[in-house]
């Protein structure tokens, strides 16, 4: 069935370190993909967003590549921030799902220390 | 935010009692869903309701049942609580005009059951 993989963590970096998050998916077809995150103490909120093959979805400085070749949407960020510090989840529609279902990785913690 | 809320916010309860967990929005969104939040296991579905009295299940569903008996309002109710139900339980919504996989989620309700 439909599913993501992302990297476990927790992952610790230091204020303007870069961050890559890895994410793979399995699905039928090509379904948009999408990066949550959950700051401390809150729901998730959407991050960032591909539609399609080769889409690079963007926002606060995180970026992500829809990769149909290896099925991947790794997020990353160049300089990371203390207020970077969240929970992140790699999320995809569920094929068939006329609920709009997600499923969603198990998430990475990333902690930015100054 | 979507205008999303969740009550209550914080609950300890014993093994074995009933609790039933709220979830209110304010802009008639059709599309409600309900989520556990555990480590390592990171985004369970648990129910989600396509409409005033239309329900179904989701991955996690034993021991949890749902109502939605207004458009604004989606209930959680564990009929007899326990343990393994201790969780951060998340409602979720999806807007009207949201593409699939956009989803607006609440603050959480943090459950303990001892």
């Known amino acids: 069935g439909d599913s993501v993989t992302q990297m476990e963590g927790p992952v610790t970096l230091s204020e303007e370190a870069f961050l890559t998050i890895n994410c793979t998916y399995t699905?039928?077809?090509?379904?948009?993909l999408f990066w949550y995150v959950q700051y401390p103490g809150e729901g998730l909120q959407l991050l960032l967003k591909?539609?399609?093959?080769?889409d690079k979805g963007s926002n606060k400085g995180f970026e992500a590549t829809y990769r149909k070749e290896t099925t991947s949407f790794h997020l990353e960020k160049g300089s990371v921030q203390v207020s970077d510090s969240a929970v992140y989840f790699c999320?995809?529609?569920?094929?068939?799902?006329?609920?709009?279902?997600?499923?969603f990785g198990k998430g990475t913690k990333l902690s930015v220390i100054p | 935010d979507a205008g999303i809320t969740q009550s209550p916010r914080h609950k300890v309860t014993e093994t074995g009692t009933p609790v039933t967990l709220r979830c209110h929005q304010t802009?008639?969104?059709?599309?409600m869903y309900w989520y556990r939040q555990d480590p390592g296991h990171g985004l369970r579905l648990i129910h989600y309701s396509y409409g005033v009295k239309d329900t179904d299940k989701g991955e996690v569903s034993d021991g949890y049942s749902v109502s939605r008996s207004k458009t604004e309002d989606f209930l959680l109710t564990l009929e007899s609580a326990t343990s393994s139900q201790t969780s951060v339980y998340f409602c979720?919504?999806?807007?009207?005009?949201?593409?699939?996989?956009?989803?607006?989620f609440g603050p959480g309700t943090r459950l303990t059951v001892l």
């Open positions: 699905a039928t077809g090509y379904p948009s």
């Open positions: 802009e008639n969104h059709r599309y």
């Open positions: 999320a995809l529609p569920l094929s068939g799902a006329g609920s709009y279902q997600l499923t």
């Open positions: 591909a539609t399609k093959a080769d």
């Open positions: 979720a919504i999806k807007p009207t005009s949201g593409k699939q996989g956009e989803q607006f």
